[in-house]
């Protein structure tokens, strides 16, 4: 059972802190950042500390809880003002993933809706924060459950990114479908994409599924288009950092691998949270975040792999068109992308 | 204008060897290997201290002139009998690239074909394996005047790996292709996919043409999707180890831009000497090289990516079917797929 990416920390000495797996360390070290300010959660988003979009909800909703607990006026009405500035900074480290809106989002209605003072509204912040975490895990169960119903005993399945535990709070929604199917009893390997520039298939993906004794092999991201040729994948599944009415927003290189799955007749699944949902927006109406270039020129500044003066161009994510999706895997249930229009537009 | 690739060296302290860059150095540091000998020359092949389907070619030739001289024995039959030893060890280095295999062919043949002494045996295959990388070059050229007509101006043309200069003699095969229209006088732009696992596109694609101030962008190889549907993306312009009759072999991940630019309807051409033509074959009676994990696992042995005891899979080349290409650019033209055989399926 691995531990919790992210958890508030209720007493000693760092007492009403956030606590998060440093996913910037591993494979090669399994290390802690104990957060105390919402500024400090910024800088953890910001630079991928913590990722994965239903982790980045947990950690907007704890960023919120500390912005509260940082607040040293005394009104309820300066506490709400102080907290729609902080919204506005966490919301602005990463554009794509909706879960850090909706995160913030959440914990500032119940400001709004909380009576007494600020001394109780701060305390019904971090108990809020501590629900949105606990109720991640369990969602992610659901979505586990429901999900393991589309991969069938045998499956190679491949996987693109970290949709895992460490992406959510526990767990995992991609590989929450792949922990659901093993524990209904069915045998499943999975393939991980290394994922580049930020390897999180290699670094993360891998991780996790060996420390939980599931079997995993990495491969290039170059690798997909053959292995699925050879009859070597089954399914894919993996997780959503914006779902709108349209198509699914996922760390870049997904729109191929969808591709490919489409071309080979291979089913391509993708597990998120209802929070994840944005069926108001289409695919054009949302920011593709670009990233710093040395992402891309450089694995993590310690190789340099293209000339000094040659740019490079560094897109976080993609968007994959309904018509590539064959199911969407919600707490709820599977969809087809008609489906969960019909089941989750008045959401939007 | 780029020094060759690998050159025959005719005189001074390194009499009769061969100079190589070393491409395991670029793009960080520019140095040269001196191969004396046709064991160091295997060597330097299985490394890929000199790679790329041409160039490999070339040294093939080359390690069998150095075989050559270092042939002891006084007969000519002797001599024979050892050249096709030397030529075993070397086509064992590298499986998929069929240059390998027709430059020691060549040598073998000029060999058995050649009256006179060990003496003069030896002088023409020396001036024959500089035979070869002299006309390597004139063929890159003509590939390149041909494959000119096939780029529009204005155009950004996606390549994979690397099949430039530093991959043949000189000049290039897709890279010539760019060159040629450039020199037609065309604006051409490149962008290079990096290319896991050994990442040549960003290091030596990106290294040559920047060194001829060709305008290039480096991308991971996740990316390549999201540009083509953003419309970034005109033509892809790749190289070949190996042309079948159904289908062409090429470093892993061309079968998936192929997918992807089938996809978005953006021509895909393959540009390649006739010596890589193999088209008594079919795609199912080639072998994929696989190469050691280590090349996924790590960068360069520099960054470890997964942790240990996490399998990778890491094949070196992929095939794309003939459905998925729209022309191949040889030194006598362009052809489509059906036109190609038609032309050279007599060769087979």
Request: glycine fraction near 10%; proline fraction near 3%; include cysteine.
């Amino acid at each position: 059972m691995l531990e919790r990416t992210i958890s508030w920390i209720d007493g000693g000495p760092d007492k009403n802190s956030a606590k998060l797996i440093d996913q910037t360390k591993l494979p090669l070290e399994y290390t802690h950042v104990i957060v105390k300010t919402c500024e400090r959660m910024a800088r953890a988003i910001k630079t991928m500390e913590i990722r994965g979009a239903p982790a980045i909800g947990a950690a907007a909703a704890m960023g919120m809880a500390l912005a509260a607990l940082e607040y040293e006026g005394k009104t309820r009405e300066g506490l709400i003002v102080h907290l729609e500035r902080s919204k506005r900074i966490l919301d602005s480290q990463r554009p794509t993933a909706v879960n850090l809106m909706w995160g913030t989002k959440r914990l500032l209605d119940k400001a709004a809706s909380t009576a007494g003072t600020v001394g109780e509204v701060v305390e019904a912040l971090i108990a809020e924060a501590k629900a949105v975490a606990d109720e991640d895990v369990e969602i992610n169960r659901r979505i586990g459950q429901h999900g393991s119903t589309v991969i069938a005993d045998g499956d190679t399945v491949l996987t693109h990114c970290n949709a895992g535990a460490l992406a959510c709070v526990g767990y995992g929604t991609a590989l929450g479908v792949i922990r659901g199917a093993i524990e209904a009893g069915k045998k499943v390997k999975v393939i991980s994409d290394e994922t580049r520039p930020r390897l999180q298939g290699a670094s993360l993906t891998c991780w996790e599924l060996k420390e939980d004794g599931i079997p995993v092999t990495q491969i290039a991201d170059t690798e997909a288009g053959l292995l699925m040729r050879m009859g070597k994948i089954q399914k894919v599944v993996v997780g959503a950092d914006r779902i709108v009415a349209d198509g699914v927003f996922n760390k870049i290189g997904t729109y191929q691998v969808a591709i490919m799955a489409n071309f080979h007749g291979i089913p391509f699944y993708v597990a998120a949270p209802v929070s994840t949902l944005d069926l108001a927006r289409k695919m054009d109406g949302v920011e593709i975040e670009q990233r710093d270039e040395w992402e891309v020129k450089t694995v993590f500044k310690k190789v340099q792999l293209s000339p000094d003066g040659v740019p490079a161009i560094n897109y976080a994510f993609d968007g994959t068109p309904m018509e590539l999706v064959t199911g969407i895997v919600t707490e709820d249930g599977v969809f087809t992308p008609k489906e969960l229009l019909e089941r989750y537009q008045a959401k939007g």
